[in-house]
Structures are given as structure tokens and as C-alpha cells.
């Protein structure tokens, strides 16, 4: 059974990009905390077999899996209705599904650029808006979305990744005021990490090799490593738990150092 005594018991989170990495990270991590967890992710088969991981390690009725293109409007309605019925309500929301593509400024396409404004951004506009109303009666709700250190500090290449993390950054503010103005306990909150073990880094594993790879990001890192996905969850969990209820409209930075620099 979901624990009644963890950090999150009787939380209800939806994850967007559940299947693997920080998503599923994250999802495991609340799971171990008495919530129950929907994955959304275009990759329904990775979904389904984190959900089954869960429910094995906590009891029937922990974690669903849905086929979600963020991306897409009318997949979000769907998803959070069906969300909604199996977990007896949505309260909190976790806007983590993302993709880096494309080159630097002179080598990234139109149609790259659009793609990953379009699932790094689109997605926490309408996964937020579309998730209102189930937030609103499942008070106090939490938004969290996974922006990136490359969200506040600039890069030489990917521009297109840059400017989406930081549209995510004050898109996230805004969303906090207006769920302030509104005087609804909906918190919203950005997390930013810096490199982290997924498999979003594997195009630098296989131009470096593994060890060089990670070791060559890491030497950027003052803590002199990259990070790993619990690194992340455990900010999720904070933020997804009353613990954080005078937080919204903050970001947290998770970069090793990086920022301080
Ligand atoms: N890992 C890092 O180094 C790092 C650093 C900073 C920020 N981030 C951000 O963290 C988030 C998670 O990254 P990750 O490292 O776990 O990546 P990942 O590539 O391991 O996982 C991303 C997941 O999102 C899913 N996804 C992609 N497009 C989708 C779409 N249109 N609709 C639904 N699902 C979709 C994928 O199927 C995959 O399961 C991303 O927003 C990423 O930008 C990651």
C-alpha cells in the first residue's frame, strides 16, 4: 500500500516524461513517500514499466502510465481526466518532459528551434492550464518545472535549448502570481539543475566514451561531479510536500556551483 506517514502521503502527482531519467527519478522518489504518481510520456512502454516497478514495490493503485505527447492539447485533456479518476484527484504537477536539439546559432534549423520550444515550453503552458482546475480542488497544490542552469546562464550553442529553459524560468513565475491572484494554494516553482546521469547525456557519452565523458562535464561542476538523479528528486519531493508552502515563484538551483561561479 502507498505509505499514509510519508513526506507526500495522500499527494497526487502527475510526471510528465515518466519513463526514464529524472522523471522517473522523481516519480520513485515520491512513490518511496506516500504518493501516488501518473506518468505521462511519449514513450508509453517506459511509463508503464515504471508504473509496474511501483506498484510492485508499494501496492496496487500507486502509479498509472499514460501515452502523452506534451506537446499536444487534446492528449493533456485526456491524460489528466484519466489521471484525475485513477488517482482520486491531481495535487501536484510536475512539468519535467524536455529534449535539447539542434546546433549552435548558424547550424540550428527553424524546425529544430520550434520543436524544442514546442515540448520544453508549450508543454508547462498547457500542462499548467489544462491542470488548473484539478489543482484547484485538490488544494494545496504544487506546479514544478524542470527548467535548467542553461535557463540562466547562457551557452555558445544551443540556442534554441537556452532560450526554452528560460521561458520555462518566468513562465513559472507568472503561473505562481497568478495562482497567488487568484488566492488559490497552487504553488509554482522552477528547478534548475546542471548535468545529470540520464540518458539525455548520452550524446556526450558516445563522442567521449563514458568515463570521459562524465568526467569532462563534471570538471565543470565545483563539486566535481555531474549530478544524479536522486539529486534531483529529493528537490522534487521538498517541493512537491507542504514542507515548501511558503515557496512560489522561486527557483531552486541544482548545479553543483555552477551558478556561483
Ligand atoms: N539530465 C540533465 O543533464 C538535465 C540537466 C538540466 C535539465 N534537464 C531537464 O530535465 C528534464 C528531464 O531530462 P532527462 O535528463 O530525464 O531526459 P531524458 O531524455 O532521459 O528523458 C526525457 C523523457 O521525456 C520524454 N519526452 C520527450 N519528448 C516528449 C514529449 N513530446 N511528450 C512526452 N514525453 C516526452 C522522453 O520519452 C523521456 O522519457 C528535461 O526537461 C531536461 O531538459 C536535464
Redesign the pocket.
Known amino acids: 500500500m502507498t505509505s499514509a506517514t510519508g513526506r507526500v502521503a495522500g499527494k497526487k502527482a502527475f510526471i510528465?516524461?515518466g519513463?526514464?531519467?529524472?522523471?522517473a527519478g522523481a516519480a520513485r522518489r515520491l512513490a518511496e513517500e506516500g504518493a501516488k504518481v501518473a506518468l505521462?510520456?511519449?514513450?508509453l512502454e517506459?511509463a508503464q514499466a515504471v508504473a509496474e516497478e511501483l506498484n510492485a514495490a508499494h501496492g496496487r493503485g500507486t502509479a498509472v502510465a499514460y501515452r502523452?505527447?506534451?506537446?499536444q492539447e487534446d492528449q493533456w485533456a485526456a491524460a489528466l481526466e484519466q489521471a484525475n479518476a485513477a488517482m482520486g484527484g491531481i495535487s501536484v504537477l510536475l512539468n519535467?518532459?524536455?529534449?535539447?536539439k539542434g546546433g549552435d546559432l548558424e547550424h540550428c534549423s527553424l524546425q529544430d528551434f520550434r520543436d524544442v520550444m514546442s515540448?520544453?515550453v508549450d508543454s508547462v503552458f498547457l500542462g499548467a492550464k489544462l491542470a488548473m482546475p484539478y489543482l484547484r480542488d485538490n488544494q494545496p497544490g504544487s506546479i514544478i518545472n524542470?527548467s535548467?542552469?542553461?535557463g540562466l546562464i547562457a551557452n555558445h550553442n544551443g540556442p534554441a535549448y537556452n532560450a526554452s529553459k528560460a521561458a520555462v524560468w518566468l513562465l513559472s513565475k507568472n503561473i505562481a502570481l497568478y495562482c497567488a491572484k487568484q488566492k488559490l494554494d497552487v504553488r509554482s516553482n522552477s528547478i534548475h539543475?546542471?548535468?545529470?546521469d540520464?540518458?539525455?547525456?548520452d550524446p556526450i557519452r558516445q563522442r567521449f566514451g563514458k568515463e570521459e565523458g562524465e568526467a569532462k562535464l563534471g570538471r565543470q561542476v565545483p563539486l566535481g561531479r555531474i549530478g544524479t538523479p536522486r539529486d534531483i528528486a529529493d528537490a522534487v519531493l521538498y517541493l512537491a510536500s507542504d514542507e515548501s508552502r511558503f515557496m512560489t515563484g522561486a527557483e531552486l538551483k541544482l548545479d553543483g556551483g555552477i551558478s556561483a561561479m
Open positions: 510528465t516524461g519513463a526514464q531519467g529524472l522523471g505521462g510520456d511519449l514513450n517506459g502523452l505527447d506534451v506537446t519535467n518532459a524536455g529534449i535539447s515540448v520544453n524542470i535548467s542552469i542553461a539543475p546542471t548535468f545529470i540520464t540518458p539525455i547525456l
